[in-house]
């Protein structure tokens, strides 16, 4: 950098993923933003001060993330930059000062720092480094939760819910109140409440968790007060604005609001947002409006209650069912039903009315399985109606060789495992068609179970003891798989449906 002064322009908190379906930030489509602003600091001759947060490494793959944003780590490196880690990207703050990483944009990337602007010290810092239930290096609670929130990104096939919420937020008001619930727990059993912290919120960030602001800007507080510096400027809470003339925070890029700081060489602040590739300057915000640091935040709801609602969120009720959906439904209440009626029937030495009985029951299973098969194939996609239509002609025909033949245990055990495995090969291809149905999981689980049970079934020797466990267990496993497919099950949308099932 020469020796000229210039404007600073602070961002943070950006969390740039690798473009897939976890990434927030391409799900905003905001990479042609950030560019524009890019292009805009670069126009003023401006420095970009980078305070943490640039990547979201909690939830991606390093390689893959800085391969896939390479061209924009290549538009970076054009600017005089500085990049400060935060605690979403803390897996390369000891690649400071080292030759690891060869791209330029690394080498401006440095500890906090200290730079003097109008006769006054401006530390920066992420802000994370002050909060001390996420100052380290090694992985919390809320760095775990974000983890889960990237698989179930994965199976929902966007960070965003059909609630308009995103998949972490609502899994970090679950998880804190779960911790909430634990923690009372744990208080109770060790009859020490006064000592034990019953806040999950202090295993959170306070972006996770705003109830923590209060305790964050306490803590920015009292490492000013040591006296190194005059005035914090950092990001991490996602809340831009200020305190007094000693507190400035930059915001965040990861929600609707790109928010920035300008600074110049006085050491005067402003605000801004980036819109529609033009800055737009804002009156500054007060981060905690009529109130004091290190205000106890408000009590927190009740926790069950949350947990139940963020549960409802995740895993919404089924709104008009479709007739396949209670059909599987009530394919799987019929399994296992007989499954477990099936542990009450007594087949040992001399009990031949209970071997028919269970016989029978079976029988009576495979007819009404298939039946509500052929009932559910007739308003089906072509595919999915052949399928169907292949599963209950094989049910009916199971239960009537079964009423035939199946009262001798050799041949009612070969019976039940062939049918066992062409039932669950056909709920395996069921949920290869399905592949964009959130119910395939179930029924790929449940086929899949199917195909083993007829393994274990055909290999069993000829005892009707033995064999009625197998069957109740098998029963009770795959009717499980029903139901469940039956209850979280969701058709596509009727356009994306026709191109899966074309």
Not at 128 to 145: K, V
Not at 398 to 408: E, F, H, S, T
Request: hydrophobic letters at 45%; one cysteine or more; proline letters at 5%.
């Amino acid at each position: 950098m020469d020796g000229a002064a210039r404007d600073i322009f602070v961002i943070s908190d950006l969390h740039l993923g690798d473009g897939g379906v976890r990434d927030n930030f391409e799900t905003g489509k905001k990479t042609p933003e950030l560019r524009a602003f890019i292009d805009h600091v670069g126009s003023e001759g401006g420095e970009l001060f980078i305070l943490g947060d640039l990547f979201e490494l909690w939830q991606m793959n390093l390689s893959l993330l800085l391969v896939k944003r390479r061209s924009l780590l290549d538009q970076l490196a054009t600017l005089n930059l500085v990049y400060v880690p935060g605690n979403h990207d803390i897996d390369l703050l000891h690649f400071i000062d080292t030759d690891f990483l060869h791209h330029p944009f690394f080498a401006c990337m440095r500890a906090p720092f200290v730079r003097e602007l109008g006769g006054r010290r401006f530390r920066f810092c992420h802000g994370h480094e002050s909060d001390p239930f996420n100052a380290g290096d090694d992985p919390g609670f809320g760095r775990m939760l974000s983890i889960f929130a990237g698989i179930f990104e994965d199976q929902n096939g966007s960070p965003l819910l059909t609630s308009g919420e995103s998949v972490e937020e609502v899994l970090e008001q679950f998880g804190d109140s779960m911790l909430t619930i634990w923690k009372h727990a744990l208080a109770n059993v060790k009859q020490r409440g006064g000592k034990c912290d019953e806040r999950p919120g202090s295993a959170l960030t306070p972006a996770q968790s705003p109830g923590r602001l209060g305790e964050h800007v306490v803590g920015v507080r009292a490492e000013l007060e040591l006296g190194d510096h005059d005035v914090a400027v950092l990001g991490h809470t996602h809340k831009a604005g200020r305190l007094g003339d000693w507190y400035f925070n930059s915001g965040s890029w990861a929600g609707p609001i790109n928010a920035f700081l300008r600074i110049s060489p006085d050491g005067h602040v402003r605000y801004l947002e980036w819109k529609d590739g033009r800055p737009l300057e804002r009156e500054m915000p007060v981060v905690l409006p009529g109130a004091g640091a290190g205000r106890a935040p408000a009590a927190a709801k009740n926790p069950v209650a949350a947990a139940r609602s963020a549960a409802r969120t995740l895993f919404p009720r089924p709104t008009r069912p479709e007739r396949s959906r209670w059909i599987l439904i009530a394919q799987g209440v019929l399994a296992i039903s007989v499954g477990v009626g099936a542990l009450t029937i007594s087949v040992g030495h001399g009990a031949s009315a209970g071997w028919r009985l269970l016989v029978s029951a079976f029988a009576a299973y495979a007819l009404l399985d298939g039946a509500l098969s052929l009932f559910g194939a007739s308003r089906e996609p072509p595919l999915r109606r052949l399928l169907s239509l292949a599963r209950g002609v094989a049910s009916v025909l199971l239960g009537l060789l079964v009423l035939r033949r199946g009262y001798v245990v050799e041949v009612f055990v070969i019976l039940v495992g062939v049918w066992a495995l062409i039932a669950g090969a056909l709920r395996v291809a069921a949920s290869v068609v399905l592949k964009g149905m959130v119910e395939s999981r179930w029924l790929f689980a449940a086929g899949v179970g199917s195909m083993l049970a007829s393994l274990v079934l055909l290999s069993m020797p000829a005892s009707a003891v033995l064999l009625k466990f197998g069957l109740a267990g098998y029963l009770c496993y795959y009717g499980a798989g029903e139901l469940l497919a039956g209850i979280f099950g969701q058709r596509l949308p009727r356009a994306a449906a026709s191109r899966a099932l074309a």
